[in-house]
């Protein structure tokens, strides 16, 4: 009953640095979502993949890449890290429709020094 | 455009008391609307959703929403509160254009339960 996997779940990081946060699910669905959780800021897109084969941006792409490898992943790579973008990094799926609730991972935690 | 505003950011109850948290919304169609709870260091959960039927909606764990139209709201409710509701709620909207959707969070609100 796994649902939405995240890893890794913690990180640390030095500026410049590049690191990939992998994501699957094993629920058959064909949407996919990366977040990012800031005190007080509630979740913001970064970007996201309506279906296997597409990916487009969110309201907070700059920093990022993502890859849609096939239905169950989806990663999101940081190619040169930097401070503000320690953050919590949460991957969610769902069924395609506006009335369909995205199912959430348990975050990775990244740390940026 | 969509948008959503949780009206306050901390809501304070004893254990036993009612609680109310508020989301109001902003939609150019008819949307669906949904409220998440994250419990700390966990990822968010579905505690229930709108989608144009009832306007009553009951959740999980005994909370309920009430979608109305006219006030462009939908407020969280739950009769007595337990020490394990305290957590994180959220509030989301989300429209369909185009065949794809992307919901729009509200900036959540932390429920604090006194013992």
């Known amino acids: 009953n796994a649902g939405v996997t995240q890893t890794p779940k913690f990180q640390v990081l030095k500026t410049g640095q590049s690191m990939t946060l992998q994501c699957a699910q094993d629920?058959?669905?064909?949407?996919m979502y990366w977040y990012r959780q800031d005190p007080g800021m509630g979740l913001r897109l970064i970007y996201y993949?309506?279906?296997?084969?597409?990916?487009d941006k969110g309201e907070v792409p700059n920093g990022y890449n993502v890859s849609r490898l096939n239905k169950r992943e989806f990663s999101l790579r940081l190619e040169s890290a930097a401070p503000s973008q320690t953050s919590v990094y949460f991957c969610?799926?769902?069924?395609?429709?506006?009335?369909?609730?995205?199912?959430f991972g348990d975050g990775t935690r990244l740390s940026i020094l | 455009a969509q948008s959503v505003t949780q009206l306050d950011s901390h809501v304070s109850v004893s254990e036993g008391t009612p609680v109310l948290l508020r989301c109001n919304y902003s939609?150019?169609?008819?949307?669906?609307l949904f409220w998440y709870v994250q419990h700390p260091n966990k990822g968010l959960q579905l505690l229930l959703k709108?989608?144009?039927?009832?306007?009553l909606v009951k959740g999980i764990n005994g909370f309920e929403a009430e979608f109305k139209k006219s006030e462009t709201s939908f407020h969280l409710t739950k009769p007595s509160a337990h020490m394990s509701d305290a957590a994180e709620y959220f509030c989301v909207v989300s429209d369909p254009p185009g065949g794809s959707y992307i919901p729009t969070f509200g900036r959540g609100t932390s429920l604090i339960v006194h013992p």
């Open positions: 709108y989608t144009s039927a009832a306007t």
């Open positions: 629920m058959n669905h064909n949407s």
């Open positions: 993949s309506a279906s296997e084969g597409t990916t």
């Open positions: 969610a799926s769902s069924e395609r429709g506006a009335d369909q609730p995205q199912h």
């Open positions: 939609s150019s169609y008819s949307p669906s």
